[in-house]
């Protein structure tokens, strides 16, 4: 993707549905030849789809384009305040569903009341991600995120008969996949690959099953 300068701004631009190039300058206060030319390049890059004069967009593609942003060295601080936390959430379980997880989304869990973002199932095996749209990271907040991930899998476990399940955690932003008690820390862009690799690596991972 052609990086513009002004692609960050327009990130509030990305609404579900369908948008005009007038209405995309009028919420990204940019001008009408500008947003033309970023519009298009997310369409030749495959995010959203054009017709007539309409641009439409889904759930999950700003937080695509945040990621390219990233990846050609934007500064995470200012995309992270474009996107938000249902954003973030959106894409995870669409690359779930892309490699033809069956997906539930903000599942709540009762006595005690626990919320899991993203649950995605295949071949009997569920994985439970936390996804963690932090700006910044420290071993200390992750460890605890990674704590109370694993307290949510023994929880949903207890609830359903026969599951096994892998705590997961995903970040807006890090250099590599790592590890906390066996539990990875997935960056959002990596995510993909981590599926992908996920069943041969399964022994590398704090599976939880009933005992």
Excluded at 48 to 75: H, R, V, W
Excluded at 79 to 106: M, P, Q, R, Y
Excluded at 175 to 193: A, C, R, Y
Aim: charged residues 25%.
């Amino acid at each position: 993707m052609k990086i513009h300068p002004k692609m960050i701004t327009c990130l509030n631009g990305i609404i579900q549905g369908g948008i005009s190039i007038q209405d995309f300058s009028a919420v990204t206060k940019m001008d009408l030849i500008d947003s033309e030319i970023i519009l298009d390049e997310f369409i030749k890059n495959n995010i959203g789809t054009k017709q007539d004069d309409m641009y439409y967009f889904e759930d999950g593609d700003k937080l695509k384009i945040a990621i390219a942003l990233l990846e050609k060295g934007s500064p995470i601080d200012e995309i992270s305040f474009a996107i938000d936390w249902k954003d973030f959430e959106g894409l995870t379980a669409e690359i779930l569903s892309s490699k033809n997880f069956a997906v539930i989304k903000n599942m709540i869990l009762t006595k005690p009341r626990m919320e899991i973002d993203v649950i995605g199932i295949r071949l009997g095996i569920a994985i439970l991600i936390d996804c963690k749209h932090w700006k910044r990271y420290s071993t200390s907040s992750l460890s605890s995120a990674v704590k109370k991930q694993i307290e949510r899998t023994k929880h949903y476990i207890s609830k359903t008969p026969g599951a096994m399940a892998v705590p997961v955690i995903v970040t807006l932003y890090q250099d590599k996949i790592g590890f906390i008690e066996n539990v990875p820390i997935v960056p959002i862009f990596q995510l993909s690959s981590f599926i992908d690799e996920f069943y041969g690596n399964l022994d590398q991972m704090n599976t939880i099953e009933k005992d």
